[in-house]
């Protein structure tokens, strides 16, 4: 296995979300996560690449794996120089759809991770980045505790 703290893929093609998802799906296991945990990580990845390739053509899919107050975790961060979100709070909006997909949005994305931050800008472009933290229950069951 990969033990590297960190990683990034770009992102332009259906491809490059296929390798996305396997990078993700590969790290959230090493991190310790549930079988479920892991497909909500996986899921929401592949809904954020996809977002890029639709809206804005190309960008950058980063990970890390995160330690804080909460434990341990993993951070996925979705960067393109795309048009950016010209409304932030709508595009949040559970069912909010600009039209383009079918996925599940933002919202969505944010509710299989728990925790997402919204950077965009009008024609500069969006930074999304997601955080799951491995639940404390999990963790202890994993290491035998």
Do not use: C
Not at 57 to 81: A, H, P, Q, Y
Not at 96 to 111: E, I, T, Y
Not at 116 to 138: A, C, F, M, P
Request: without cysteine; proline residues 2%; charged residues 30%.
């Amino acid at each position: 296995m990969d033990s590297r703290k960190n990683g990034e893929v770009n992102i332009s093609s259906e491809m490059d979300i296929i390798t996305a998802r396997k990078a993700v799906r590969q790290v959230a296991v090493e991190i310790g996560f549930s079988l479920t945990d892991v497909t909500r990580i996986v899921t929401s990845a592949s809904e954020l690449a996809r977002n890029i390739v639709t809206y804005a053509e190309k960008g950058v899919m980063s990970w890390r794996k995160i330690n804080g107050m909460e434990g341990k975790g993993i951070e996925i961060t979705f960067t393109d120089k795309g048009p950016g979100i010209p409304d932030i709070a709508e595009a949040e909006t559970p069912g909010f759809s600009s039209g383009k997909g079918l996925g599940m949005g933002l919202s969505g994305a944010k509710r299989l991770m728990g925790e997402l931050d919204i950077e965009s800008e009008k024609g500069q472009g969006t930074k999304v980045t997601v955080r799951k933290w491995l639940k404390r229950y999990h963790a202890e069951r994993s290491l035998g505790a």
